[in-house]
């Protein structure tokens, strides 16, 4: 019994963690082809003015909606994965 729940506690945290970082790496994605990529010919002041306004936006978007989702859905993959696996054994 015991093992089983630490299958299932590992494969959780593990989902937990891939998942935060694909929700991350979506975020990172989404600003590079909306802020940096378009004013990749911009002085470093320049830049940052422009970029400001979309970066703190996605930001944002990153920080409450894509990595809370992806934890969430990374937590019940991991589940699944974990009760499956001890359920095999």
Do not use: H
């Not at 990749?40 to 944002?60: H, M, Y």
């Amino acid at each position: 019994m015991l093992k089983k729940i630490a299958i299932t506690v590992c494969a959780m945290l593990l989902g937990a963690c891939g998942g935060s970082a694909v929700g991350w790496l979506i975020g990172r994605t989404i600003y590079y082809f909306l802020a940096e990529l378009p004013n990749r010919n911009l002085s470093p002041e320049q830049f940052a003015i422009a970029t400001f306004d979309k970066g703190f936006g996605v930001g944002l978007l990153t920080f409450f909606f894509l990595i809370p989702i992806g934890i969430a859905i990374g937590t019940g993959a991991g589940f699944w994965i974990g009760m499956r696996e001890a359920d095999d054994e």
